[in-house]
């Protein structure tokens, strides 16, 4: 049986994720939708794998705003539902959440985001707090990995009570990290969807759901917010911890109450500071609020990422000076905080012991002495493609064709493994120039394209993985062919999801619950919109590059060349070798002139190590992957290759 | 040399970057770092090496032209004109179809073919051109490949990538046939040698220089032919003959007849700045003879300079064979030669101080060499 359902009374240790989903299905969950995104993946994977067990109906979808709708509509026929997401996600899905809580919600529904603050697995790391203030909703945000579950419920319960989305917020040190939870009972679902729509207009609950009459409905939406804040001010998820009179007041929320716990222990300041903790950070309860101000004069908000708590405590604050006196803030805003990165117990404890003039217990100068010097052992690690990686070869085709082309083209980048190309230039063979959203590198390839008339005079080529190509460059794509870009458009369709870990996308056949799906064929696609589409396996080096060439000559039209190679750590591949590789060291020139290194210093794939003593290429065929593609860069054909026969 | 530069950056940035870069293909194919596109000079990744064979080998990059004419030639036949002069004729096939498919008189073709059959080289590297008008070397064995690839070509052939992409121990005893910058590639190569007995140049036995005032620029050519509709694959032959200032192109639809000046402007950057017309670092140097009386006879015939030993043996052969007809160079016809390619080396010097801004700066070339200062002399 998978820990998820174990009976309640039990307690687990859980991932933060998994907290999330056992706590969806204590409220008797009955549909799930997202994207994949780190660190978001593990609530919609952990859901599939009991959808069975649970009558769920769980899927992948296209794209967040996708994911959204068919969570609502799960909502509008009275089921409980969920949709998850990374934090870009919510942007992605903000327009139709900007509709969706203006028309309101009926079944309990509740929007996931796990958020990355420091961006450890992301190109920004974006604030969704601001949505939920722009939105109009609450928001929750749980402290622990018990919270993690009992806060998910609860928000089906709020949603249902003032039938609109509530928003709950994790980060990656609670969606990834794991804790003891003490599992509730898991309910029997008896719901029947069924979406009634035969009232009027007016009647959000009976009516067709309609985000009009827009300034009556904004009016009720307004309205729940206040009956959520209502709520605030009695849950138990905010509660304070500290002696009656403290001299500092820390106001915190989410990871952050376990680093302020710390942080204030470590300096020896129990007696001294006190802590608010938030569970309900938006619209912040007032009444609350009011009591715990009054405790002392100098307040500290400790959160990730942006100081969007810290504005509702002033903005409040503000409202009631009679009653809670003058105060001075420590937080972002007067910087004793950083406004970027990551927090931790260490950052907390530096500001802490500024604003209470207590000595930060040094770290004793052997030690870091000792700490540098072992950090100085430690090879440096690029970060880099895997060993068979077919996006290594992509690239160094993409390269060999702009080099050759001569024009000084330029690749537009976009989201997943591949924008290790435009993070590390080194590893895309410095042919990635821009990076910003999913599906954005062939808008802007379009717009390139475009600016011929302004002297612009270099081609341009975007690059995108599968299941990008599906959540949001079909539309790009539409506009370069009817606004006549002209530009070669690449896929690298590595099968999969895979830098998320390999979660199933409409080009494949199997859907998250694994059950067969029909594909959705990406150069079918391409060649209804009318480009010019061509297929390649991106190991084919040669043919590779100049498909690409040959595209890049021709003007005039929208090419699509789509690099066909299963990724490397897919299940279905990871194992298994093509090719026995090995070096023959005869042959090897190593640093002489004529190959002066390519392989270990240009190709890099990390299975290529260099032997300094005998200054040759050697394979480490414990991670070679067998592609077989570093013998075919060898200028000495030093790299030989074995097929292997299974 | 640039103290800290790798060699790959200083050729980038003296030879590539300045439009130096002759397309010889000397630094292509002895690593992985440049290729040759086209008729350009690519470099695909960095390369951090500080003595690499790119820079060495490269035609457009310093060399002890002085340390080169005493390792190849006998210094009572040096000419600051046209280099080296053993002997000077008109030669022309005696085979009539070789003539037929050959620029002029077959003389280059006969001799590569020649030296095959006895046993001078075992494999010779020409150039030759594909579909897309794309040239590039190629091996040949045996005399019906030699034939196939017969004809002057106009635009750049990487010939030396060619060699140094195909030369192997197989390939035994080799020939080149190569324009002057090609020859001058080679030579550098050679002189090289003298520390590295190993290298595949010490395969080399013979090299056939072509007289070349310049070679087209295959983005300029292209454009210039998309103007008057004319496809690349379609020309099958080209020639300037004697005397009319045009550029011919045959094609099935009759001959195009391109005024010197269009065909000028398609003329590659590097060529102006080159001031060797006669392939002066070969062991024999074939180009169209210039003589005057009947230019459809002219057509016909070869001008030959015999360098060196080497290049006396195998034309004596020739002759010996039957493969070579030889006549005797009218004395002014060698005057004449020597006065063009002064002029070329005049106008070459000219060109590359106005490039440099200096006419101290003479960018590969060095003021205190011999021929330069000659030449220098001479435009005074």
Redesign the interface.
Known sequence: MSKLLSPAKTEVLFMGNEAIARGALEAGLSVAAGYPGTPSSEVIENLASVAGQRNLYVEWSTNEKVAVEVAAAASFAGLRSMCVMKQNGVNVASDFLLHLTASGTRGGMVLVSCEDPGALSSVNEGESRYFARMLEIPLLEPANFQEAKDLTKWAFELSEKIHNIVMLRSVTRMSHASGNVICGSLTDKSRVARFVYDGPITDPLRGPVISTPVVAKHRLQQEKLEKAKKLFEESPFNKYFGPKKPQLLIITSSVCFLYSQEAVSSLGLQKRAGILKLGCTWPLPERLLKKYLRLTDKIMIVEEVLPFMEESVKVLAAGMPKEIGLKTFYGKIDKTLPAVGELNPDIICAALSKVMKVKCKSIPAAYVKGLQKAAALIPPRDQTFCPGCPHRASFWSI??AL????REGFVCGDIGCYAMAALTPAIG?HTVRTLHSMGSGTGLACGFAKLGAFGFDKPVLSVCGDSTFYHAVIPALINAQHNRADITFVVLDNAGTAMTGFQPHPGLTTSAMGEAVPAVDIAQICAAIGAKVAISDPFDLDGTSKLL?SFMEQSGSLNVLILRQICALSPEKKGKKKFEMRVDEALCLG?D????R?CTR?FRCPALTWDRTKKKAVVDEVICAGCGVCSS?C?QKAIMKTEVIS | MVKGLSSQKLLKNNVLEENLCTGCGACVGLCPYQVIYHDRTVQLHYCDLTEGKCYAFCPRTPTDFAKLRELLFDVNDLTPEIGAVKAYYLTRATDVSLRDVAQHGGTVTALMELALAEGLIDSAIVSFRNQEFLQNGSMAKDKKTIRKNAGSKFTVSPTIAAFNQLVNQEAGKVGVVATPCQVLALAKMKAQSQKDESGKINQLQLVIGLYCGWALSMEKFSQMLAKYNIKLDAIKRMDIPAGKNILELYTEAGVKEISFDEAQACIREACRYCIDSTAEYADVSVGAARFSGNAEEQRRWNQLIVRTQKGRYLIELAVKRGVLEIREAPAESLQELKKAAAEKKKAALKNIMRKSGSAKNLLYLDRRDAVVQAILEQSR
Request: with cysteine; proline share 6%; glycine share 12%.
């Open positions: 390269n060999t080099k050759r082309d001569g063979f060439n640093e002139c004529g190959c002066n390519l240009i860069i200028p």
